[in-house]
């Protein structure tokens, strides 16, 4: 039996290290001007090291279970909406200081245990102890390792910690991925480029290419916080001990202060204090020792059962009555089992509390591994059958989802995408969607169940309805493609560029109004369907009346200019309104659309991007939009700018003025651009050859409006964004063509004589 006891304690222990390891209530994301801080207080803020705190782009009442943060990003996980056993993490990269964030969701699928972040990249371990990756393009999704307990991630390497104690690294990091210590250790750590381990025997190893061999010689450390050539250990006591490169030390007021965990980043350490659960921070050169970050902060992940009891007063921080729970001590095998001979001993009654305690513990570790086989089990079959998984490894900054290769995924990430049934809760950043969510019932109701009878086109996000409410409101209803058995259509770059277009349309129109831009009505997301609702514009696309319909009105030069003028509008609200601006991205006749009273209104945002920030000049991304409308200099060299837009519109006024469509056919049948065919006259002061022969030629006080508005298209359409101009001067430019055009004709005074 004496044998048998210890194996028994390390096998608690290491049931216990499954525990400690968890999500992290707080993190630090170290840029090139800035340090940025985040904790859940419960709910998620964050904090510059200089104290500056800014307005957290979420949804207050938006429940995260763990944070990470990197250079220039920060992640959040939090459970799905659609099911308790599976999580979300959605990722906002920052500019400015924190002042300008962009949104996007990385993962939904199997619930992750843990998630660690290095300075670019992110990793976790779900509940089948799978290694998973995002942010990564280069990380080989085949590197078979599913058993790790914990893992550790470093700039370009990721550890993993199996639960026999082995080490695995992988990545491109020499001395870190391939040197791995042997032996059986019970935590891991990465820094910037380089790793530590702690073995059961509680000695410290560490490895890679710029270890400082300063280690102190007293360790006894349960956690590890690594940085950039420098560290921390968290001891059992939980006092902290640092080592580095220049000497680097715990400041001399946190020596005897006791922590419950802490995390480091690059040159940035941070702690939750026990006493009273503040967030310290210390090592930044912008500080003379340590900071106060967070007076009081969330001091770990929220549970219901705590195997060794809670810590105080957290309660207030979970819900459902949960709380934070006490770290796992374990009991090192090498401590004497006997008691101390200076005690009295009743022999028969030790042995007889000995062996209640093995078969205690063997059965509470029997039971605890059954029913996490039993857990796991049908957790892979719910996946399996459901195709829950989605993974989406494209970098933050690669905004068109067009980046993302499934070549080399695995079939699971090819699951249909379900995005979560509370969309409007998940546009908290920055956005507020006042959108009205509707019952399924209701739009198969309206839409006779989107029958082709009440088809009225197509869009980038999918098919258009018309439909009739109960309530007499008259609709457009924009619905995402869908096959034959109602499931999301497969193939994983045409499915997320669906739903790429659908929470653009979402977010944008929610918080745009402009009457020049059509209105968002409402929306409904389930598993398998994607639909918009929009305000009826009655009188069509600017596309269909320009080659298609011989409508009366129409043919007028005044209307033609006004409606090109409403357009300009609503373009203009996009590009000098808008905070921060937006680029439409798809600016066409077929998106502008006409109301009862020829007014036009700009509409399909599946495209559309927030403009560059003010001391950017462009966007660097892959060319997106339509063939003849779209910007060269953003084709040819994949520059994204506002005046991308503005030659877009430059094509439809070319289009409004010739009644021609922007790639057409010539008298010999080969396709032509109307920019090519049409621009040469303009320059040459011949506009008159190629107005639309449909409309009547311009009288003596129209022509001046319209070769105005036509030398505008001219340069709308030049060849630099540079010396194209602004929407603002477009605006200008055509409201006073309108008003040439409009003008009465002069009356000669012997005319008017003779009339009296």
Same mark, same amino acid.
């Given at each position: 039996?004496?044998?048998?006891?210890?194996?028994?304690?390390?096998?608690?222990?290491?049931?216990?290290?499954?525990?400690?390891?968890?999500?992290?209530?707080?993190?630090?994301?170290?840029?090139?001007?800035?340090?940025?801080?985040?904790?859940?207080?419960?709910?998620?803020?964050?904090?510059?090291?200089?104290?500056?705190?800014?307005?957290?782009?979420?949804?207050?009442?938006?429940?995260?279970?763990?944070?990470?943060?990197?250079?220039?990003?920060?992640?959040?996980?939090?459970?799905?909406?659609?099911?308790?056993?599976?999580?979300?993490?959605?990722?906002?990269?920052?500019?400015?200081?924190?002042?300008?964030?962009?949104?996007?969701?990385?993962?939904?699928?199997?619930?992750?245990?843990?998630?660690?972040?290095?300075?670019?990249?992110?990793?976790?371990?779900?509940?089948?102890?799978?290694?998973?990756?995002?942010?990564?393009?280069?990380?080989?999704?085949?590197?078979?390792?599913?058993?790790?307990?914990?893992?550790?991630?470093?700039?370009?390497?990721?550890?993993?910690?199996?639960?026999?104690?082995?080490?695995?690294?992988?990545?491109?990091?020499?001395?870190?991925?391939?040197?791995?210590?042997?032996?059986?250790?019970?935590?891991?750590?990465?820094?910037?480029?380089?790793?530590?381990?702690?073995?059961?025997?509680?000695?410290?190893?560490?490895?890679?290419?710029?270890?400082?061999?300063?280690?102190?010689?007293?360790?006894?450390?349960?956690?590890?916080?690594?940085?950039?050539?420098?560290?921390?250990?968290?001891?059992?006591?939980?006092?902290?001990?640092?080592?580095?490169?220049?000497?680097?030390?715990?400041?001399?007021?946190?020596?005897?202060?006791?922590?419950?965990?802490?995390?480091?980043?690059?040159?940035?350490?941070?702690?939750?204090?026990?006493?009273?659960?503040?967030?310290?921070?210390?090592?930044?050169?912008?500080?003379?020792?340590?900071?106060?970050?967070?007076?009081?902060?969330?001091?770990?992940?929220?549970?219901?059962?705590?195997?060794?009891?809670?810590?105080?007063?957290?309660?207030?921080?979970?819900?459902?009555?949960?709380?934070?729970?006490?770290?796992?001590?374990?009991?090192?095998?090498?401590?004497?089992?006997?008691?101390?001979?200076?005690?009295?001993?009743?022999?028969?009654?030790?042995?007889?509390?000995?062996?209640?305690?093995?078969?205690?513990?063997?059965?509470?570790?029997?039971?605890?591994?059954?029913?996490?086989?039993?857990?796991?089990?049908?957790?892979?079959?719910?996946?399996?059958?459901?195709?829950?998984?989605?993974?989406?490894?494209?970098?933050?900054?690669?905004?068109?989802?067009?980046?993302?290769?499934?070549?080399?995924?695995?079939?699971?990430?090819?699951?249909?995408?379900?995005?979560?049934?509370?969309?409007?809760?998940?546009?908290?950043?920055?956005?507020?969607?006042?959108?009205?969510?509707?019952?399924?019932?209701?739009?198969?109701?309206?839409?006779?169940?989107?029958?082709?009878?009440?088809?009225?086109?197509?869009?980038?996000?999918?098919?258009?309805?018309?439909?009739?409410?109960?309530?007499?409101?008259?609709?457009?209803?924009?619905?995402?493609?869908?096959?034959?058995? %109602?499931?999301?259509?497969?193939?994983?770059?045409?499915?997320?560029?669906?739903?790429?277009?659908?929470?653009?349309?979402?977010?944008?129109?929610?918080?745009?109004?402009?009457?020049?831009?059509?209105?968002?009505?409402?929306?409904?997301?389930?598993?398998?369907?994607?639909?918009?609702?929009?305000?009826?514009?009655?009188?069509?696309?600017?596309?269909?009346?320009?080659?298609?319909?011989?409508?009366?009105?129409?043919? %007028?030069?005044?209307?033609?200019?006004?409606?090109?003028?409403?357009?300009?509008?609503?373009?203009?609200?996009?590009?000098?309104?808008?905070?921060?601006?937006?680029?439409?991205?798809?600016?066409? %006749?077929?998106?502008?659309?006409?109301?009862?009273?020829?007014?036009?209104?700009?509409?399909?945002?599946?495209?559309?991007?927030?403009?560059?920030?003010?001391?950017?000049?462009?966007?660097?991304?892959?060319?997106?939009?339509?063939?003849?409308?779209?910007?060269?200099?953003?084709?040819?060299?994949?520059?994204?700018?506002?005046?991308?837009?503005?030659?877009?519109?430059?094509?439809?006024?070319?289009?409004?003025?010739?009644?021609?469509?922007?790639?057409?056919?010539?008298?010999?049948?080969?396709?032509?651009?109307?920019?090519?065919?049409?621009?040469?006259?303009?320059?040459?002061?011949?506009?008159?050859?190629?107005?639309?022969?449909?409309?009547?030629?311009?009288?003596?006080?129209?022509?001046?409006?319209?070769?105005?508005?036509?030398?505008?298209?001219?340069?709308?359409?030049?060849?630099?964004?540079?010396?194209?101009?602004?929407?603002?001067?477009?605006?200008?430019?055509?409201?006073?063509?309108?008003?040439?055009?409009?003008?009465?004709?002069?009356?000669?005074?012997? %005319?008017?004589?003779?009339?009296?």
């Amino acid at each position: 039996m004496g044998r048998f006891f210890p194996l028994l304690i390390a096998a608690s222990f290491l049931s216990f290290v499954s525990f400690s390891v968890s999500l992290s209530t707080f993190s630090i994301s170290e840029t090139s001007n800035f340090t940025l801080v985040c904790a859940l207080v419960p709910s998620l803020n964050c904090s510059t090291l200089s104290g500056t705190r800014f307005r957290t782009p979420f949804d207050p009442h938006v429940s995260f279970s763990g944070i990470v943060s990197g250079d220039g990003f920060l992640c959040g996980l939090r459970p799905s909406f659609s099911s308790p056993n599976a999580s979300v993490m959605h990722c906002w990269r920052f500019f400015n200081n924190g002042a300008t964030m962009e949104f996007k969701r990385i993962y939904n699928g199997p619930a992750l245990t843990q998630l660690e972040a290095g300075n670019s990249h992110i990793c976790g371990l779900n509940e089948t102890n799978a290694l998973e990756c995002w942010q990564w393009p280069e990380f080989n999704q085949t590197w078979e390792y599913r058993n790790f307990s914990s893992i550790a991630v470093g700039e370009g390497f990721v550890c993993g910690l199996s639960k026999e104690g082995k080490i695995s690294c992988h990545g491109d990091i020499d001395g870190v991925s391939g040197q791995e210590p042997k032996g059986n250790y019970s935590v891991i750590a990465a820094g910037f480029n380089h790793a530590c381990a702690i073995s059961r025997e509680n000695d410290l190893e560490c490895w890679g290419d710029t270890v400082v061999d300063d280690t102190p010689t007293t360790r006894n450390f349960n956690a590890l916080a690594l940085g950039l050539n420098r560290s921390c250990g968290l001891r059992t006591n939980g006092t902290v001990v640092c080592w580095g490169q220049n000497n680097f030390t715990l400041p001399q007021e946190l020596e005897r202060r006791s922590f419950i965990t802490i995390k480091a980043k690059r040159n940035v350490f941070c702690g939750v204090s026990t006493l009273n659960y503040s967030l310290v921070c210390w090592g930044d050169s912008r500080f003379n020792s340590s900071s106060l970050v967070f007076s009081e902060v969330q001091p770990g992940p929220c549970r219901n059962t705590c195997p060794c009891g809670t810590l105080p007063g957290t309660g207030s921080f979970c819900s459902n009555g949960g709380s934070v729970c006490k770290a796992c001590v374990p009991i090192s095998p090498s401590l004497p089992s006997a008691p101390s001979p200076t005690q009295p001993q009743n022999r028969s009654t030790d042995n007889n509390l000995n062996g209640r305690m093995v078969a205690f513990l063997v059965v509470g570790c029997v039971g605890s591994f059954s029913l996490l086989l039993v857990v796991g089990f049908f957790v892979f079959r719910y996946c399996k059958g459901r195709r829950c998984r989605i993974h989406d490894s494209d970098r933050l900054d690669e905004t068109n989802a067009s980046a993302y290769d499934v070549s080399n995924k695995p079939q699971a990430s090819l699951a249909p995408a379900v995005l979560e049934k509370r969309l409007s809760q998940l546009t908290s950043v920055g956005y507020t969607i006042c959108s009205e969510e509707f019952s399924l019932d209701n739009l198969i109701q309206a839409t006779n169940n989107f029958s082709e009878d009440h088809k009225i086109g197509v869009g980038s996000f999918g098919s258009v309805y018309r439909a009739t409410f109960d309530d007499g409101r008259e609709v457009a209803i924009k619905r995402a493609e869908v096959t034959s058995t %109602s499931s999301y259509v497969i193939g994983t770059k045409h499915r997320e560029d669906k739903d790429e277009a659908f929470i653009n349309e979402l977010k944008y129109l929610s918080r745009l109004h402009h009457k020049n831009l059509v209105r968002l009505l409402g929306f409904y997301e389930d598993a398998n369907e994607r639909v918009l609702v929009y305000e009826y514009i009655n009188n069509g696309t600017l596309h269909d009346h320009l080659h298609k319909l011989q409508s009366l009105p129409f043919m %007028s030069w005044a209307t033609r200019l006004n409606i090109a003028l409403d357009a300009a509008r609503g373009i203009e609200y996009l590009h000098e309104y808008a905070v921060p601006p937006v680029i439409h991205r798809d600016i066409k %006749s077929s998106n502008i659309l006409l109301d009862a009273s020829w007014a036009a209104k700009v509409s399909d945002f599946g495209l559309s991007l927030l403009g560059p920030e003010d001391d950017e000049s462009h966007i660097s991304l892959r060319a997106a939009g339509t063939v003849g409308y779209m910007d060269p200099v953003y084709y040819r060299l994949q520059r994204l700018t506002t005046k991308s837009d503005v030659y877009s519109f430059g094509v439809v006024l070319l289009e409004l003025l010739s009644g021609y469509k922007a790639i057409h056919m010539n008298e010999n049948g080969s396709p032509r651009n109307v920019v090519d065919f049409v621009v040469p006259y303009i320059a040459r002061d011949e506009i008159h050859r190629v107005l639309d022969r449909r409309v009547p030629a311009p009288t003596m006080f129209e022509i001046e409006g319209v070769a105005s508005v036509g030398y505008l298209a001219a340069a709308c359409v030049g060849p630099e964004g540079r010396q194209r101009p602004s929407m603002f001067e477009v605006v200008k430019s055509l409201e006073q063509a309108l008003t040439s055009c409009l003008r009465p004709p002069t009356l000669s005074r012997t %005319s008017t004589e003779s009339s009296t």
